[in-house]
């Protein structure tokens, strides 16, 4: 079968990344979680302890490698060789990725190693500009999206299993302004492709999803 590039991009909190680990998993595709490269950048600025300055972050970015090592059910990030995967959930870095990931020279860095990781095809990357920017010709775009409240409960219930002590409103408040800003940004806004598939996930389980998308991989493949 045909070896496909599958785009999952969508909001915060639709459930992107637990879908296409489940997908990749299933169908032994690669899965890259291009928040998650976003995020390895937000870390590395914070650790510099620098002020936030475009072409100092710009710079920082394409220096960075990123890499992604799926194990044990976990999608496993590094930077530069050290492992990250906990660091990067925290409050701190998601309130300040938004602004960061905004910064065209970063966008730019990180299209291109997601460009270079996809290319071979096997893979569904997650994020909010596969299917418009990064792989615009993709043979399967899936726009997964579920309501506020859902996402809200979902990344909730999330930070709390990983012992982050955070309170509801505070998480939907934070996921209505991170729709905001990644809809409303200058470069590459968050925007369903034309030839997307709309999935609304809210009261799916992970299964019915995933299922649903590696039928459509199966019959693009044929
Ligand atoms: O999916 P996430 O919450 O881990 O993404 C973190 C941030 O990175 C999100 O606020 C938007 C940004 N992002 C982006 O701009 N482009 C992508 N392809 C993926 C994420």
Redesign the pocket.
């Known amino acids: 079968m045909k070896k496909l590039v599958v785009a999952l991009d969508g909001p ?1 909190g639709a459930g ?2 637990t879908i296409a680990k489940a997908v990749a998993e299933k169908i032994n595709y690669a899965y890259i ?4 490269m ?2 390895a950048v937000t870390w590395k600025f914070v650790q510099t302890g620098h002020a936030f300055e475009e072409e100092f972050i710009g710079e920082l970015s394409e220096k960075m490698v990123i890499e992604f090592q799926p194990r044990d059910g976990v999608n496993h990030v590094f930077a530069d060789g050290v492992e990250i995967t906990d660091f990067i959930r925290t409050p701190e870095i ?1 309130k300040l ?2 602004p960061l ?1 905004a910064i065209p020279r970063v966008r730019l860095a990180m299209v291109t190693q997601q460009r270079r990781m996809g290319e071979k095809g096997g893979v569904i990357l997650d ?4 299917g418009t920017v ?1 792989f615009p010709k993709a043979e399967l775009k899936i726009f997964l999206t579920a309501s506020v409240d859902e996402r809200a409960q979902r990344r909730y219930k999330e930070m709390l299993a990983k012992g982050i002590d955070v309170q509801l409103d505070v998480v939907k408040t934070e996921i209505a302004q ?1 729709d905001y800003q ?1 809809s409303h940004r200058a470069v ?1 806004p968050l925007k369903q492709a034309e030839d997307a598939i709309l999935l609304d996930s809210t009261g799916k389980s992970i299964d019915q999803v995933a299922d649903f998308i590696i039928k459509k991989i199966e019959e693009k493949a044929k």
């Open positions: 915060a992107k990344s979680d291009t928040g998650a976003y995020r998601s990725v938004s990931s994020g909010r500009d596969i990064v991170r990644d590459s």
